[in-house]
């Protein structure tokens, strides 16, 4: 398995409050991606990184921030948290932009 | 836009037996890579299967094989001698080969599997 790890696992916010989710890879690959996943879809692309601090926007991309300071470390934020923001957040991490996309664990966020 | 197509929102299979699922997808590129992906209930999101766009054999993995058609632009998942352990999600994925990784996803389809 390829070593991905997301933090925190679990995490129930309040409406407007900051939210921080990490994505953390021991591959060095060089493409790391944030989605979401709702009922009734599949996962949605919301920021994508090619490489340390470069990034770009996904489908749903509204609402969310992200930045990336070293290879390994992908991070996601939510600056006002918003309950339609509540979802299952998913990192992934390919070495190129075709290449087969390898998912982390998953980081379920409720927020009220 | 790319659209993917999973018409099926739930299948049934005996276990031993063999299911298909069905994907569909609209692109108007000539580049492109297709998977499958399972998502049991642990919610782990697991590769299945790969296939090239520009391979015309399909391709298979252990139980797993695919019926890519390009042309009818149809990329079905069988899957021979089911298991329990096969129980899951089941998404379809297409992204463009001259794509930095916006992976289009299909919204799935639960398998479960009687024993």
């Known amino acids: 398995d390829a070593g991905i790890t997301q933090s925190p696992r679990h995490k129930v916010t309040e409406t407007g409050t900051p939210v921080t989710l990490r994505c953390h890879q021991t591959e060095n690959h060089r493409y790391m991606y944030w989605y979401r996943q709702d009922p009734g879809h599949g996962l949605r692309l919301i920021h994508y990184s090619y490489g340390v601090k470069d990034t770009d926007k996904g489908e749903v991309s509204d609402g969310y921030s992200v930045s990336r300071s070293k290879t390994e470390d992908f991070l996601l934020t939510l600056e006002s948290a918003t309950s339609s923001q509540t979802s299952v957040y998913f990192c992934?991490?390919?070495?190129?932009?075709?290449?087969?996309?390898?998912f982390g664990p998953g980081t379920r966020l409720t927020v009220l | 836009a790319q659209t993917v197509t999973q018409s099926q929102p739930e299948m049934s299979v005996q276990e031993a037996e063999t299911v298909t699922l069905s994907c569909t997808y609209d692109?108007?590129?000539?580049?492109?890579?297709l998977f499958w992906y399972k998502q049991p209930p642990s919610r782990q999101m697991i590769l299945v299967i790969r296939?090239?766009?520009?391979?015309?054999q399909n391709a298979t993995e252990n139980r797993f094989s695919v019926n890519f058609q390009k042309a009818a632009k149809s990329f079905s998942l069988k899957i021979s001698d089911s298991q329990l352990g096969d129980a899951a999600m089941y998404f379809c994925a297409w992204i463009n080969g001259g794509s930095q990784g916006n992976l289009i996803f299909g919204k799935g389809t639960k398998l479960s599997v009687k024993p």
């Open positions: 692109t108007s590129e000539s580049d492109y890579y």
């Open positions: 992934a991490i390919s070495p190129g932009g075709t290449d087969t996309q390898y």
């Open positions: 296939q090239e766009a520009y391979k015309q």
